[in-house]
């Protein structure tokens, strides 16, 4: 048999970061026992009123004639539901006065997809032989982009001003100065907030980068997982924004539907085309179970109450409480920094000048059954980000599991960093 992949086919089939988390997260979910301590992936907490709304609605489902063979018998269009369709172009002009309608959106397998679709639609070698890239105007950024070229290496990145602040806090800024767009640049690419740091990008951040893409003629992506208006696991003050040179991705998985596999992509018109034609040769349609479970209540508006009622303060206060276990942990002499946390799912720690790398330290953690990620994933893009230390001196940890399975593996992080600190010093 030959086993030789095409180029495409080593960029995608040799393992990745994003691999190696999910898998560690699936195989910790389906079969971790009591002492794994599952700290690395992204699966949002299951929150009680959520998932009680989700019953009621596949009850609602079943309930109506016709109902359960229109979600799981039939195929929806390339494009999306059209009844979801018209509910969230409805939702985002009554809220916030977009202009939009259902031709400026279109549905993916999950948001992973459709950045797959994005960044290759985009970015990529063109007829005329220029390859073009996506400018990730702050780094770290989402792990699973990073492999989804479907050719040559497709990132440029910006290194971040760091803010320190206090004695274990830090935040990250966009270096605008260093910021720098040409002819290589196919579109400009952020998350907010974004994963892994939980920062949020501020409303004049935003508005200079969106400034920025449309002065050169290229768009602004916006990743929206986390971000508002749903699941709005935002922190910090942050206005929803879009035009026809923003692309918004928006997901149904944080706030609760991870297994429906349901991306939303919000773009001018032939964007949104383009992401339905892709949708239709790689996987025929859609799935339909999140559009058909979520639809009353885009349509009522109710999902912007779950959002903004329970979603948001559940988080908040996993977000404080994890925050304020790292405290106890950690010894206050040890150089621990955590970055703010405005939104998001996770905290995200910084030990500088830690003897060891951050790659060595996840091993070490998930000997003892504690599963992070390794920083050193997110820092891609960068002409020399091996070489910055700072890439190897981060973890991101996750806080949505139970009280004890968090609390438990901070206390093992603080036990292993401290003693890599201790090794270090004594050599």
Not at 62 to 73: R, V
Not at 343 to 362: K, M, Q, T
Request: charged share 25%; aromatic share 10%.
């Amino acid at each position: 048999m030959n086993e030789q992949f095409s180029d495409l086919g080593e960029r995608l089939c040799r393992g990745s970061g994003i691999e190696e988390l999910m898998d560690d997260l699936g195989n910790a979910l389906a079969l971790g026992g009591p002492d794994t301590m599952m700290l690395g992936g992204g699966q949002p907490a299951h929150i009680p009123e959520v998932n009680a709304l989700w019953r009621r609605r596949l009850e609602e489902v079943m309930a109506t004639p016709g109902g359960m063979e229109k979600m799981l018998c039939n195929y929806d269009p390339p494009r999306g539901n059209p009844m979801f369709l018209d509910a969230v172009a409805d939702l985002f002009k009554r809220s916030f006065g977009w202009e939009i309608t259902a031709k400026n959106i279109a549905i993916t397998s999950g948001g992973q997809t459709a950045f797959f679709f994005l960044f290759n639609a985009l970015a990529g070698t063109f007829k005329n032989g220029i390859n073009k890239k996506i400018l990730l105007p702050l780094v770290p950024e989402y792990i699973g982009y990073s492999n989804q070229s479907v050719g040559s290496d497709m990132f440029r990145a910006v290194k971040p001003l760091i803010e320190k602040i206090g004695d274990h806090d830090y935040k990250y800024h966009v270096d605008f100065d260093r910021l720098h767009v040409d002819d290589e640049i196919a579109a400009i690419c952020v998350s907010r907030p974004t994963n892994p740091t939980g920062n949020v990008l501020t409303d004049d951040e935003i508005a200079r980068l969106a400034a920025i893409a449309d002065e050169n003629g290229i768009p602004l992506i916006i990743d929206n997982a986390y971000g508002a208006p749903f699941p709005n696991i935002i922190f910090s003050e942050a206005t929803p924004v879009w035009d026809e040179n923003i692309v918004l991705t928006l997901s149904l998985s944080k706030i609760g539907l991870p297994g429906t596999r349901t991306g939303i992509v919000v773009a001018r018109e032939e964007i949104a085309a383009a992401v339905a034609s892709m949708s239709a040769i790689v996987g025929l349609a859609n799935g339909n179970i999140g559009q058909a479970l979520m639809e009353p209540l885009v349509r009522s508006g109710e999902i912007l109450q779950l959002s903004n009622e329970v979603v948001r303060p559940y988080y908040i206060e996993k977000s404080r409480q994890a925050r304020a276990w790292v405290d106890d942990a950690f010894d206050s002499a040890l150089p621990y920094r955590v970055h703010l946390s405005e939104g998001a799912l996770f905290l995200w720690l910084w030990f500088e000048g830690l003897p060891i790398s951050s790659r060595e330290l996840y091993e070490r953690l998930k000997a003892r059954g504690v599963l992070i990620v390794s920083g050193h994933y997110f820092f891609f893009g960068l002409d020399d980000d091996d070489a910055w230390k700072h890439r190897h001196e981060c973890i991101r940890v996750t806080y949505t599991m139970d009280e004890r399975t968090v609390h438990e593996g901070i206390k093992i992080i603080a036990e292993e960093v401290e003693a890599a600190y201790a090794v270090g010093t004594a050599t």
